[in-house]
């Protein structure tokens, strides 16, 4: 994916944002240079870019793009839509939608296959919401030890919103789902730059289709899905790992077998061990899909390389969550795991929303502290003191950072 100089700078108005794009019409949200095909850029990684519809955000890959969300904007409930994290498998990302011919498409071992636009399931159907995290498999990934291949996400490949739509289990209800049906699959729109690459696809057994909290979501945070995060259609599967969450999403096929692709049982796979657990050196024989988040905390202030100052009230935040339990409780150390304090949690957004923490420190002396956290959830389980896998998924280890108090 090649870079237009003009999207590295200063951020642009609404006027110039507009104009630069040429949108002619709803839906068309992204400019010529997302294309498909085009070369590499030599914008560094790491380095903070610009993509439309998105503010300043930390390169990691630029095609297909992978941009991380900066620390600062977890200092909140909600991430906001243009800070949201994006993350695409294939190169051949969609940069504009006709909302007057798309259509989400339900078929398969069904009665009565749908073909539904976009005004279909805004009026047709009961409209639901849900505050979720949508977390990458491989977020955190840098911080394994020995180090695994892969996007180096630091902690930013996650976010939380509120998702509107659809029920899946209403659609497949009005559908008809066939006895005997075992799985149901999802694609999207996102196309791969050869042939022989097997096209992005995922799969959930029918009974967790169909469970109610699975959703279609054409709505985020009040506001049409990002055209980076999924325009016009997202699949939400609220306590799993966003592999499953498709983007773009417009196929769904009711299956009566168990479903095969190479997303499934090549990518995006966990050894069976506890916790997801391996040695180096020493890999597991066995492995699944990865499917439900772990438990896990993060410091979101201080931020990396911020300095306190002794002697002064100084608020250390953070952000808990898992895969649908719910947070209990939050512990946080100053002194290098020495001593924990239970830290205050803020009011509880719902089972599948992270939940912020805080805890008042006022450090006596300068020096280096190393600050730890852990969570505890309502299921009686607590973070790892270490997880290493091949892949480097599902990381959930006791969190540290190094703060400078002056």
Sequence with gaps: MKFDNQFLQPPLNRR?????????????????????????SDVPVDQLVRFPGKTDLILRTDRPPQLETPLHYFQQDLTPNEAFYVRWHMEGIPTSVDLGTFRLQLAGHVEKPLSLSLADLRHQFEPVSVIAVNQCSGNSRSFFEPRVPGGQWRNGA?????????????LLDRAGVKAAAV???????????????????????????RDGEVMVAYAMNGAELPMLNGFPLRLVVPGWYA?????????????????????????????TTPAANEVPGQLAPET?????????SVFVRPEPGEQVARQTAFEIQGLAFDGGYGIERVEVSTDDGANWQTARLDPDLGKYSWRRWR????????????????????????????????????????EQTDVEVI
Excluded: C
Excluded at 288 to 296: K, V
Excluded at 362 to 374: E, T
């Design 16 to 40: 110039s944002f507009v104009r630069l794009l040429g949108a002619a019409g709803m839906g068309t949200l992204m400019s010529p240079w997302l294309t498909r095909g085009a070369a590499k």
């Design 158 to 170: 996650m976010g939380n919103a509120r998702w509107t739509g659809v029920r899946l289990r209403d």
């Design 183 to 209: 799985d149901v699959s999802f694609g999207g729109l996102d196309r791969p730059p050869l042939a022989a690459t097997p096209i992005f696809a995922k799969a959930l057994s029918v009974d967790h289709a």
């Design 243 to 271: 592999t499953y969450w498709v983007k773009a999403l417009n196929e769904i096929t009711v299956l009566p077998e168990k479903f095969h692709g190479f997303w499934m049982d090549k990518a995006y796979r966990i050894p």
């Design 288 to 296: 699944e899909p990865i499917n439900r988040m772990n438990l896990r």
């Design 359 to 398: 805890l008042a420190w006022r450090p006596a002396a300068a020096g280096q502290y190393h600050l730890k956290v852990r969570a505890f959830n309502r299921a009686g389980q607590r973070q790892n003191d270490r997880l290493w896998n091949r892949s480097g998924f599902m990381r959930n280890v006791i």
